[in-house]
């Protein structure tokens, strides 16, 4: 991974404890050019087969094995993938149920004042947590009821915050909104946000940045 550059900090985090858990614990003392179709399978089984870390763990972790082995065999260290487990790597988590917009605003109403349109923007405006978390004054039209979206906040395990763009090109977008979003945006703006337009647009009671662990603990109380 080292020789990963453009890894993400938080894709690099996942890596590394991924690796940490779930492959060298079993496989790291293997030489490569012991690693067989059948070592990767028992592996595999017995990571899938316990109620941890779970089935979509146990895929990411065997994306990244995956990928590590290609790399060794890009490098000519191996002659041939032990990973051969077609569909190993393929996520298949369940399908979520979809709030009512009624729901969406009972929890818009339970929750923190200042944390209500995070709620709203999320569920009508499709925007990511930390896409909110990189919000800021600027990013905000009124006028032509839409945010721009070219920014993400990512805490790391350390508490460290990095303020990058989105993981693709797509990420960055203009989010048309309806007038009722565009209302709550408003008495956001007017109550909670800083006049600057380099000012973020959610912040906590001291107007420093929200953390992203704080607000996972909150939202899971």
């Not at 763990?57 to 065997?62: G, I, L």
Request: aromatic residues 4%; contains cysteine; neutral net charge.
């Amino acid at each position: 991974m080292k020789n990963r550059g453009q890894l993400r900090p938080r894709t690099r985090e996942l890596y590394e404890l991924l690796l940490r858990r779930h492959v060298l614990p079993t496989l790291g003392e293997v030489a490569l050019s012991d690693l067989s179709p059948s070592g990767i399978r028992s592996w595999h089984a017995e990571l899938y087969s316990g109620k941890r870390p779970g089935a979509s763990t146990t895929a990411k972790a065997y994306r990244l094995l995956r990928t590590i082995l290609s790399t060794a065999l890009e490098d000519g260290l191996l002659v041939q993938n032990p990973c051969l487990i077609e569909g190993a790597g393929v996520e298949r988590a369940p399908e979520r149920p979809i709030a009512t917009i009624e729901q969406v605003y009972a929890l818009a109403d339970a929750i923190e004042p200042r944390h209500r349109l995070m709620v709203i923007l999320a569920t009508l405006g499709g925007l990511r947590l930390g896409e909110l978390l990189g919000l800021r004054r600027g990013d905000v039209d009124v006028e032509h009821a839409s945010v721009r979206v070219d920014q993400q906040a990512l805490e790391l395990k350390s508490g460290q915050r990095l303020t990058g763009p989105p993981k693709t090109d797509a990420g960055r977008r203009i989010v048309a909104l309806p007038q009722q979003v565009v209302d709550e945006l408003e008495a956001h703006l007017d109550r909670w946000t800083a006049t600057e337009a380099g000012a973020l647009l959610f912040t906590d009671a001291d107007g420093e940045p929200l953390s992203r662990r704080v607000w996972n603990m909150r939202w899971q109380a």
